[in-house]
């Protein structure tokens, strides 16, 4: 059963940092992975889908690379605005569940002006 | 392109009332399903379908029905509303019938509340 895990729950960081979000996953055997964000009352919005042959996968800031062998993804987000403050949750397929997404519990981001 | 319009945004009901959460998709999706967001318990999978006329459980089905009459809805059903059903609900399509191949895409959510 895929379980995947966020760490740390919340960040907190000046405006202009770079930083890098974690997610683990327990079962490799996953063909993508995807990142969303949250903003507080909202609803999820997609960011990047990164397919494992890719390895990375860049939008604007954002760059998120996926290690199917040590069970990895990161995300990384360059110079940081008080605008990128939300949750944001990383999801992996559990193909013995038809490929349904498994959610990790979520970052939570605060940069602060 | 409206994406994934979930009604009402928010309820609430007292125990024991029934209620149907809408979820309606334009963008021909063929796979649609129904999450519920809790503090401390993440996005938990309630309900899925494949395509119309299909539906399965997910993670956490008890107390609520659904249905797929058409590729475009798929509406939640609470047949009799529960304090422990008071959470905020997110329908989530994709276009491939499976939910990890493709870029998942939710509505606003809806928030209930049951006293």
């Known amino acids: 059963k895929q379980e995947v895990t966020q760490i740390p729950a919340a960040l907190s960081v000046p405006e202009g940092e770079n930083l890098v979000l974690n997610c683990s996953f327990t079962?490799?055997?996953?063909?993508?992975l995807q990142w969303f964000r949250q903003d507080p009352g909202k609803g999820l919005t997609s960011l990047l889908l990164?397919?494992?042959?890719?390895r990375e996968q860049t939008s604007g800031r954002l760059n998120a690379s996926l290690d199917k062998s040590s069970g990895r993804s990161t995300l990384y987000i360059a110079a940081s605005q008080p605008g990128d403050s939300a949750t944001y949750l990383c999801?992996?397929?559990?193909?013995?569940?038809?490929?349904?997404?498994?959610f990790g519990q979520g970052t939570e981001l605060s940069v602060k002006p | 392109n409206a994406g994934v319009t979930q009604t009402p945004k928010f309820q609430v009901l007292k125990t024991g009332q029934s209620m149907t959460l809408q979820c309606a998709q334009d963008?021909?999706?063929?796979?649609m399903s129904w999450y519920r967001q809790d503090p401390g318990m993440g996005l938990r999978l309630i309900h899925y379908?494949?395509?119309?006329?299909?539906?399965d459980q997910g993670e956490v089905p008890n107390g609520y029905n659904v249905s797929r009459s058409t590729t475009e809805d798929f509406p939640l059903r609470l047949l009799s509303a529960a304090p422990s059903q008071t959470s905020v609900y997110f329908c989530?399509?994709?276009?491939?019938?499976?939910?990890?191949?493709?870029?998942?895409?939710f509505g606003a959510g809806s928030r209930l509340t049951v006293l």
């Open positions: 989530a399509s994709s276009y491939s019938k499976h939910s990890g191949a493709n870029v998942l895409t």
């Open positions: 079962d490799s055997a996953i063909y993508n």
């Open positions: 990164i397919q494992s042959s890719q």
């Open positions: 999801a992996a397929p559990d193909y013995n569940q038809g490929g349904k997404l498994i």
């Open positions: 963008m021909n999706h063929e796979y």
């Open positions: 379908s494949v395509g119309a006329g299909i539906t």
